[in-house]
């Protein structure tokens, strides 16, 4: 069993930047494979940037690439997401999760643990 617990989050400006943490406890980084998922206000939880594979490979949406990057502290057991060129679309309750499957990244109903999320709020 794992536990998630994600901070970091707040009120930034477009253009702004973030950098959320996901402090994990147990063997996370090297039992499951790490990912983050957000979900705004009236839709449905969607994928954001994950770690595939054995080499430490990442993978992001579309909608992040080129301005989200995933990152992980496995002395820390913690799971990172910077998130530069904020754009008020960013706005949603980021949560990290955890999978046992090494590639299957994207699909919500792959990960087994879920932290509460931590709310960002891109907003002028």
């Known amino acids: 069993q794992v536990q998630l617990v994600e901070s970091g989050g707040g009120l930034v400006q477009p253009g702004g930047s973030l950098r959320l943490s996901c402090a994990a406890s147990?063997?996370?980084?090297?039992?499951?494979?790490m990912a983050w998922f957000r979900q705004a206000p009236g839709k449905e939880r969607e994928f954001v940037a994950a770690?595939?594979?054995?080499?430490?490979?990442?993978i992001y949406s579309d909608s992040v690439k080129g301005r989200f990057t995933i990152s992980r502290d496995n002395a820390k057991n913690t799971l990172y997401l910077q998130m530069n060129s904020l754009k008020p679309e960013d706005t949603a309750v980021y949560s990290c999760a955890a999978r046992r499957d090494p590639n299957i990244a994207t699909l919500e109903r792959a990960y087994d643990y879920w932290g509460q999320g931590t709310q960002v709020t891109v907003s002028s």
């Open positions: 770690f595939v594979g054995s080499l430490g490979g990442t």
């Open positions: 147990g063997r996370t980084f090297s039992s499951y494979n």
